[in-house]
Structure formats: C-alpha cells, structure tokens
T-cell receptor, first 113, second 115 residues
Framework: KQEVTQIPAALSVPEGENLVLNCSFT??????LQWFRQDPGKGLTSLLLIQSSQREQTSGRLNASLDKSSGRSTLYIAASQPGDSATYLC????????????FGKGTKLTVNP | DGGITQSPKYLFRKEGQNVTLSCEQN?????MYWYRQDPGQGLRLIYY???????QKGDIAEGYSVSREKKESFPLTVTSAQKNPTAFYLC??????????????FGDGTRLSIL
C-alpha cells in the first residue's frame, strides 16, 4: 500500500529565507507526483507536477525535484515571502489502473515578516 | 473563467438526515473525484468517475453515494449511514483526453458539520 510522508509537519521561517519541503513515498510505481498549496478553508491549488520520467520542474521561485528510485521529492522555495504561508501537500498518482492520488498530510509553512 | 464550483460552502446535517453536496465543472473534464479531508490528515478518496453514468468506489465510500448523469456534474450524498460526516469535502476534476499526466484541479470545498 502506497504511503506518502511529509516532513516537517510545520515550519516557521523569516522572510527572505530559502527553504526545502520534503516528501517521501513507499512505492516507486507512480505516474507522477504533484505539489499543491492549500490556504486555510480553501481548496487545493496545483503548483507543480513532475512526471515519473522527469527529475525536476520549475515555476517562478518554486523548484520541485523527484528521485523515483529512492521515493523522494523536494519542493524548494526561494526567497520566501509572507504570502507563501500555507499548507503544502504532495501527492503521487499510482500506476496500475487506479486513478487515485495518494496524499501526504502536508507541511504547514509560516513565513514571518 | 473555467473552474470547479462547489456548493454550499458550509452545510449542517441533522442526525438521520441525508445531505447532498454539489460539484459542477466547466473545464470539459471527463474524470471527477470526491475527497474527504480531516484536520491534520491527508485527503482520502471517496468516489471517482471517469465517464458519464459510471463511477467507482474509493477508499472510504461507505456511507456515501454519488451520481454522474452529466459530464459537468458529480454530486455527493452523505447518507445517515455515515456516522462521522464532519469534515471538509473537496471535489476535483482531470482531463483524461491527453496523456495520463494531467493534474487534478480542485474546487474550494464544502465544510460539513453535524447539528
């Protein structure tokens, strides 16, 4: 059974700091891995999707990497801003016919001005 | 603008009552999903549908029912058999026409509480 773990559960940093969020998964048979952002009381906003054949994806100040063989992904946020404060979720899409995304519990990020 | 609309934003259920959560999308996506989110937990899949008039159970389907009569709509009914319905419910959709690596898009959620 696929399990997705995100460490740390919460992170507080000063504005301007570069930071890394971690995601690990137990089964490397995945189609892709997706990083989401969730603001309090809101739905999920897709940030980056990395296909299983890719190593990384970049969007603005965000960079996500994928090491499928070791079951790890990182989300790097450069020059963090207070507006980056949110919960960040990673999810993997399993192979084998299921359409299911398996989610981690998220990392709650607070960027202090 | 294209997107996913969930309604209502807040919903209260009395004991023994069935309630229905609405999810509508105008993205022309074939696949639609319902997830449940509990505090401090990851999202868990309730039901999904890949095509009109067809749907599949997810990991926690007991106490829930769905229908998919139209491509745009995928309502979720929380029945009285669901003994712990208090949660945040999220609807998502995905384009399946292209390569399989298309992201899921999410609505803003419905928060369901017991009266």
């Amino acid at each position: 059974k696929q399990e997705v773990t995100q460490i740390p559960a919460a992170l507080s940093v000063p504005e301007g700091e570069n930071l890394v969020l971690n995601c690990s998964f137990t089964d490397s048979a995945i189609y892709n891995l997706q990083w989401f952002r969730q603001d309090p009381g809101k739905g999920l906003t897709s940030l980056l999707l990395i296909q299983s054949s890719q190593r990384e994806q970049t969007s603005g100040r965000l960079n996500a990497s994928l090491d499928k063989s070791s079951g790890r992904s990182t989300l790097y946020i450069a020059a963090s801003q207070p507006g980056d404060s949110a919960t960040y979720l990673c999810a993997v899409r399993e192979k084998g016919g299921s359409e299911k995304l398996v989610f981690g519990k998220g990392t709650k990020l607070t960027v202090n001005p | 603008d294209g997107g996913i609309t969930q309604s209502p934003k807040y919903l209260f259920r009395k004991e023994g009552q069935n309630v229905t959560l609405s999810c509508e999308q105008n993205l022309n996506h074939d696949a639609m999903y319902w997830y449940r989110q509990d505090p401090g937990q990851g999202l868990r899949l309730i039901y999904y549908s890949q095509i009109v008039n067809d749907f599949q159970k997810g990991d926690i389907a007991e106490g829930y029912s769905v229908s998919r009569e139209k491509k745009e709509s995928f309502p979720l009914t929380v029945t009285s058999a669901q003994k712990n319905p208090t949660a945040f419910y999220l609807c998502a959709s995905r384009n399946q026409e292209l390569l399989s690596n298309q992201p899921q898009h999410f609505g803003d959620g419905t928060r369901l509480s017991i009266l």
